[in-house]
């Protein structure tokens, strides 16, 4: 949930030390690790052929390591990531692919539960419909991160996982391409949850999430299934507030029963009274009072075990609503730009001096961090909503940075 931008001098220094770092690795260490590779694959039951070849042909890639420790000066604000995401484009293709798809997904929603809409706003979210899959050797990438201490014993399942699956379908080297984290496919699955998830599709015998989408699709289906989707339930929806709302009960750690948001005169995004089925909801304002407001159900923590990002799964969750034929955010998501993650720090140790605990100050808007917002705004008489705008930046006395 972060957006790059050129790194300061001294992040760039700090990369070229890591790069030459990263090169003595491969040099002097990688051939150690994969030897011990080919130990675990051998206990793990590969065979002596994979080993043989895939293992002991593994290379190290200086560019997994910087991205995985790369830590970024800036970090996206909602409006920045969502707009960026759910695009007109984005949602004309998506109703031209659920036309297209319209016989598997409904078989799949009749299997699953999973409406198709929401299948085919997953597919548009990971790889832009399939456009973008990823271009760098899954084996080779789980390898550097396996080889790399910090996530060690991790990145070796998955990488034992994916020579599982290369044996197992036969899969060749070019084929298996995708993130630098792993991630494969169509729908962008880790090894093990393609292991444990995957779905075949098209029912030719090979569960191939890169070259059939029928295969992806179904597998999505199966994947959210599993992770707990609630057929018939929505994910959420936009929601009005009441003037002078007190954003008391804010967030996942306040659910409550919509008879319980409907007394507090919450209403639908047109205006109309929420309807009360016997769910619950978290309410969710992540651009602050400017900017939309949701409520959440049990679908939405659904798409959050998919992707731990309340952005990403309101942006799931709208995306469907607009590819089944909805209309646009009554309110829209305000731009505002990127936050410089130097600027967080010093409002995370000026809240932790004023005596709202925040935790470490580490640049990142996390619930803590929203939380100490949300008392400091309330001290000052502030729109409590958590976020950090400019008005709660000028009352802690922190200088945004231009």
């Not at 997953?122 to 991160?145: D, I, Q, R």
């Amino acid at each position: 949930m972060v957006t790059l931008r050129f790194p300061t001098l001294f992040t760039s220094a700090l990369l070229i030390s890591s790069f030459a770092s990263f090169h003595s690795f491969a040099a002097d260490d990688f051939s150690q690790c994969v030897d011990k590779l080919k130990v675990k694959a051998r206990s793990e039951g590969l065979s002596e052929q994979t080993i043989n070849t895939s293992v002991a042909n593994l290379k190290f890639i200086p560019r997994v390591i910087e991205l995985d420790n790369q830590q970024p000066e800036f970090s996206t604000t909602f409006g920045n990531y969502f707009n960026k995401r759910v695009t007109n484009w984005r949602v004309e293709e998506g109703r031209r692919l659920l036309a297209e798809h319209r016989a598997l997904l409904n078989n799949l929603t009749k299997e699953y539960g999973v409406p198709g809409q929401y299948i085919i706003a997953f597919w548009g979210l990971e790889t832009n419909f399939g456009g973008y899959k990823g271009k760098m050797s899954v084996l080779n990438s789980l390898a550097t991160l396996a080889c790399d201490p910090r996530r060690s014993d991790y990145f070796t399942k998955e990488l034992m996982q994916a020579l599982k699956l290369k044996e197992k379908y036969g899969f060749d080297e070019a084929t298996m391409v995708g993130s630098w984290a792993g991630a494969m496919g169509h729908t962008q699955f880790m090894p093990t949850n393609y292991a444990k998830y995957a779905v075949d599709g098209d029912g030719d015998g090979k569960v191939d999430l890169w070259n059939s989408t029928d295969d992806a699709l179904t597998s999505a289906a199966n994947f959210l299934q599993q992770l707990g989707w609630k057929a018939n339930e929505r994910w959420g929806r936009e929601i009005l507030l009441p003037e002078n709302y007190d954003y008391q009960y804010l967030g996942s750690k306040h659910p409550k029963p919509l008879t319980d948001w409907a007394a507090l005169n919450l209403k639908q995004a047109n205006g109309n009274p929420l309807s009360t089925p016997e769910m619950e909801a978290s309410l969710y304002v992540p651009s602050g009072h400017t900017g939309p407001a949701f409520l959440g159900y049990d679908n939405f923590d659904v798409i959050m075990r998919w992707n731990r990002s309340e952005f990403y799964a309101i942006a799931v969750g709208h995306l469907a609503d607009r590819i089944n034929g909805a209309a646009p955010l009554k309110v829209s998501a305000p731009d505002h730009g990127l936050f410089n993650r130097s600027d967080i720090k010093v409002m995370q140790a000026k809240l932790n001096d004023l005596g709202f605990d925040v935790g470490k100050p580490d640049g990142v808007l996390g619930r803590n961090s929203i939380a100490g917002v949300q008392a400091f705004q309330r001290s000052k008489n502030i729109v409590a909503d958590g976020f950090p705008d400019a008005k709660t930046f000028e009352a802690l006395g922190v200088t945004i940075t231009p």
